[in-house]
């Protein structure tokens, strides 16, 4: 029997566990049993899920992954209910060669009315490159570590400030929207311990800088719950609201969903997630995959909370991917659903 999470039938109130629908698995008719939502209190109604996919999912490939199929892979994803597809970074091909066809791309797939399609942009060089290539919405990328600044930009935080002011400045102008990340918002593997006052400072430069969402990232996955509690609660107590913020968790350590569940019940409503947990970071040799954006959806449903994505087309897509890749996928969702790579 195959097991799923939605809503009830229409017929009335189920209890949990026992509302059914037919399906054809393995050509055998099957009941699949529906769990379904069983909502906690002070959690919000609808959670943004922000797709990292094919940008941070896709960076850290050992081998470059054709054009083709990262196009395929972002349109599966607007068609799987996503609203917020990341799709590339305009960095240095030298530096991230898994991302050199930015431009290339951008111009393969079919954008889906709707849907946002976000770039990074580390510099003015890479901010006209995607002003180019159509881009409507930018991420700038700054640390809250002084050394991972200098290993993933080459240089200081003061420095990466100087150098994004005039992207930020540039974007604005052009009604381009920009989120800022920072990385390393709770342990760094040359520091140690971040500490909260660390991460408000450059929060606080970003959004003097006109950054208009804050993703704050466990880039190699160590946080906890206490943690991101605590750094947000410092954010809150800065004068930031909640609204201002989306949460980036590795899953390193399996934390990822714990944490998430502590943003949400601290206000926050954007979550970064990767479709079938994909990612890593090629400057932080720790950092490995994202939250799977399946996993995520699958708390979400059983909490009652409304994203818009279909999980079953979720699946379906991080299988294929998977397939292209040559691996299976470490979503426990997906090898749940798809226990032999079909769903």
Known sequence: MQVSLGAFEEEGES????????????????????????????????????????????????????????????????AAGLQTVETTSFVRPDRVPQLADAEQLLASFRPRDGVRYPALVPNVRGFERAMAAGVQDIAVFASATETFAQQNLGCSIDESMTMFTPVVAGALAQQVSVRGYVSMCFGDPWEGTVEPSAVV??????????????????????????????????LS??????????VHFHDTYGQALANTLTALQAGVTTVDASAGG????????????????????????????????????LVQTSLWMAAALGRPSPSATVRALAPDGSL
């Open 15 to 78: 209890p949990v566990g026992t509302g059914k629908m037919t399906v054809r698995t393995g050509g055998q008719d099957e009941d699949m049993v529906y769990f379904g939502p069983v909502p906690l209190a002070d959690l919000p109604q609808h959670v943004r899920v922000y797709e990292v996919g094919p940008r941070d999912g896709l960076q850290n490939e050992p081998t470059v992954v054709d054009t083709s199929v990262k196009a395929e892979f972002v349109e599966r994803l607007s």
């Open 201 to 234: 400072e450059v929060v606080a430069r970003l959004v003097e800088m006109g950054c208009q969402e804050i993703s704050l990232g466990d880039t190699i996955g160590v946080a906890t719950a206490g943690q991101v509690e605590r750094l947000l609660a410092a």
């Open 237 to 246: 107590h800065a004068g930031m609201a909640s609204s201002l913020f989306a």
């Open 278 to 313: 994909l990612g890593g970071c090629p400057f932080a040799k720790s950092a490995t995959g994202n939250l799977a954006t399946e996993d995520l959806v699958w708390m979400l449903n059983g909490l009652g909370i409304e994203t818009g994505i279909d999980l079953d087309s």
